[in-house]
């Protein structure tokens, strides 16, 4: 069936008459693979240390790459994660702040810019906009306007670059990685493709393979998971009680009362995580079809490999599951990054943001990052050269469109972590992420840390301004 879809859409697609890239062997620029993942938090992997999760392949990559230990999204929430991830730049500019819509077309994105400079460019899963993308030779795209990209992991119908619809068979992530690799294996290099798969969202229906995969592990909700509501600040409180957790992705919450109506002693919550862990091998095995379909190409020893999220998912911190809250499993994600020219076996602590992939993209491909795109080039720490490439970031999220300001921001350094809530009210939280890595104690009425909190409060504002912020973006406002 996959042959037969690609067959299909060759027709749709022709590339070979437009091609312009280099014969191999005659352009030393390497090709440019990402892997996007969906709601995958950074501490979710094997190399990461989960108790039980097995990824062989992550893991391999991480050994013959680096792993930045702290990768942030600037705005944890689909749509404008991945504007971010194509335009390097972030919400401010782009002004996707919520899921869906158009994609901001007055930017020249990521694919369009290596178009130009001579590279095949591809782009086969979920976008999470109502349109696609410009830039891309050869795409596959989720994306219906009635459900926004989202629906089941099965026979999911998808669109092509010319609108015509077609339907893959079984699991969707494994049908789009073999289309990958039909597609790389027909393309001359240098090229740069975006694997951008669906899994670990919601809905949680894993490939038959892996239905019964950990059944016996032992799962539990993580220890802040009954921590006072009361402690909360008010933007969440006006959302959940003590008698419930708060879902911030309607999806999530529905398959959480799913699992509360079927029968069953034991209580959702776990449950709901073990599904969410079902989900994540797939994204493994996406990624050894990938490096054998490389492998045999020829392509492999001259392709920078990076695999990375969309946004992390809170999975019953504080009593929350979801996303776009800026607490550390909603911001944090995997990054690995396999550079065959750079070091192996990098574990790279400091600071790096999915701002920074695109600027780095460019860099890869001879191409300077213009100025408003105001990410880092990551290449002097995957070669070694350097140890950071920033002490700390901005993060705005919550964004609401008919309002058209955010409902909070923060600052995350190094050590420190700073939440400015806006909507219904100001109010702060600041955590030290070094000794409370959880955040369960807020220091922002702590005697003892006001001169870190007033410098914080100082810092957002900076970067705030240097990010060209609108000046009311700062300002409380009522629910």
């Known amino acids: 069936m996959i042959v037969r879809i690609v067959a299909l859409l060759s027709l749709l697609v022709p590339l070979a008459a437009a091609q312009t890239a280099s014969q191999p062997g005659e352009d030393a620029r390497p090709n440019i693979v990402i892997l996007l993942s969906d709601d995958l938090r950074w501490d979710y992997l094997g190399v990461a240390g989960h108790p039980f ?61 290596l178009k130009a400079a001579g590279y095949t460019t591809a782009l086969l899963g979920k976008t999470g906009f109502t349109d696609q993308p410009k830039g891309f030779d050869y795409l596959v795209d989720f994306l219906s306007p009635q459900d926004g990209g989202r629906g089941d992991t099965y026979n999911r119908a998808v669109l092509t670059a010319g609108d015509r619809k077609i339907k893959t068979d079984g699991f969707s992530t494994d049908a789009l990685a073999a289309l990958a690799v039909e597609h790389l294996g ?49 933007l969440i409180r006006h959302h959940r009680d003590d008698k419930a957790p708060l879902f911030v992705s309607m999806p999530l919450q529905k398959q959480y009362r799913a699992l509360e109506r079927a029968p069953s002693r034991k209580p959702p919550g776990p449950r709901l ?71 192996a076996g990098l574990k790279i602590p400091g600071p790096v943001l999915n701002l920074d992939l695109a600027p780095t993209c460019l860099a890869y491909a001879g191409l300077t990052p213009p100025p408003e795109m105001t990410g880092r080039d990551l290449r002097p720490l995957l070669r070694g050269q350097a140890k950071t490439v920033r002490e700390d970031c901005l993060l705005v999220s919550g964004y609401a469109p008919h309002l058209r300001r955010p409902a909070m921001m ?30 369960r104690r807020d220091l922002s009425d702590d005697p003892a840390a006001a001169a870190t909190l007033e410098k914080m409060r100082a810092r957002l504002d900076e970067l705030a301004k240097e990010d060209g912020l609108p000046g009311e973006w700062l300002e409380p406002f009522p629910f």
């Open 53 to 113: 999760l097995e990824t062989p392949e992550l893991d391999r990559l991480a050994r013959e790459g680096a792993c930045f230990e702290n990768a942030v999204v600037v705005t944890p929430l689909c749509s404008p994660s991945r504007a971010t991830l194509l335009t390097g730049m972030g919400i401010a500019t782009h002004r996707i702040g919520r899921n869906g819509g158009e994609f901001p077309r007055r930017i020249s994105n990521l694919a369009e810019r």
């Open 186 to 234: 027909e393309v001359q290099r240098p090229f740069f493709l975006v694997l951008s798969v669906k899994n670990p969202h919601v809905p949680y229906t894993p490939p038959a393979r892996h239905s019964r995969l950990y059944n016996d592990a032992e799962i539990t909700l993580p220890e802040s998971y009954r921590d006072p509501v009361g402690d909360l600040p008010g």
């Open 273 to 343: 995580i073990r599904k969410y862990v079902k989900m994540i091998p797939s994204i493994d095995d996406a990624l050894a079809t990938l490096r054998k379909g490389l492998e045999e190409q020829g392509h492999w020893d001259n392709t920078v490999m990076i695999f990375t999220s969309d946004n992390g998912i809170l999975l019953g911190e504080k009593g929350i599951f979801g996303k776009e809250l800026l607490y550390e499993p909603s911001i944090r994600v995997p990054l690995l990054i396999r550079d065959p020219r750079g070091r």
């Open 410 to 439: 923060g600052v995350r350094g190094e050590r420190f972590k700073y939440i400015r809530y806006l909507r219904g009210g100001l109010e702060e939280e600041l955590f030290d992420l070094q000794s409370d890595p959880g955040e």
